[in-house]
């Protein structure tokens, strides 16, 4: 839960809207996500890269990961950014440790986005020898549902030693996310309480959202009571651990109403894809979140700067009126829910193809409330 005095978190809420505006125009780079491979060695039922065991056609090659990395650290201030691995699982990737080493020698704060299936002591070894300073790990509830959403029988039992290994590596900061669906919901009381056992001080919460392989998988989306059940228990959760050194947060997926939003999350809402995320997927384009519809690829580090491409592409991201479409055309939230989370856009359907807000169950359409 955050520290931060009530007032002064009511105060910062008031003048948020400014602050987005601000960041629009500015567009500081904070987050870079590297989709480092699409190898992975699980199988999970809700991936939205499709990722397995084989790498996706037209990967980067290490040297031009990096090359990348070189020309990255010249053009921009490595110290104003963190760069996050993700994939795939990274260290499924050939060659990791002449790429942690290719970030260390360019001085590249970075962390990692992984599953702990191969998070050793080994492994974590030899990254925060190369300068490791952050990381996540999945824990999707307990050992039977765990196993099952990730494809694989041991899942369980190696993303806990993967916790383990990254709780004793002692991390500038960690923290563990979950994936909440209809057969988890139930068990987050209990992944809780393991975590506080376990010595974890930050955990996450977001629900599937239907993209990639869970686009059409009813078992993995919660209803509108699963969504108030999840909104309900991360409000809750945020109470019980208020005072203390435990941070427990709704990820920052998905517009809600105010009152609902101030419960599950420290800051407001708001989709920074584009404004002050950006990403680099394995074959080299230039994305904001990696999740968002490829329609959106702003270039190709093959072939153009990083640098430049950041200052002058991303329109799409920073003004984002065409997405006023289907039931977000006459909806009296839009100024401030913009379509929601830019990776829910339908490049088929042409609309956000979920809307959160009314997932819960806001009044989408009440022209009779306030804006606020």
Known sequence: MSTTPPLRRQLQRRLFPLYKRLERHVHPLRYLFIEITQRCNLSCLHCGSDCGPSAA???????????????????MDPSKFLLVLTGGEPFVRPEFDRIMEG???????????????AVTRSNMAKAMGCGLSSMTISLDGLGASHNWLRGRPDAFRRACRGIEQALAADLPFFDVVTCVHPGNLDELPAVFELLKRMGVRAWRLFAIFPKGRAKDDARLLLDAAGYRALMGFVAAARKQVEGSDFSVQFSCEGYFPAALDASIRDDPYFCRAGISIGSVLCDGSIM??????????????????????????????????????GECLDCVEWAKCQGGSMHLWDDGEQRTCLCTFKAVGGAQNDKSRALG
Do not use: K
């Not at 970030?103 to 299936?117: F, K």
């Open 57 to 75: 056609e037209a990967e980067l090659t290490t040297e031009e990961w990096l090359s990348f990395f070189g020309a990255l650290a010249a053009r």
């Open 103 to 117: 970030l260390a020698a360019n001085h590249l704060t970075w962390g990692m986005v992984s599953n702990g299936y």
């Open 288 to 325: 904001a979140c990696p999740n968002i519809s490829r329609s959106l690829v702003q270039g190709n580090i093959r072939r153009d700067d990083f640098a430049t491409v950041w200052e002058t592409e991303f329109g799409p991201f920073r003004d984002r009126g065409w997405m006023r479409t």
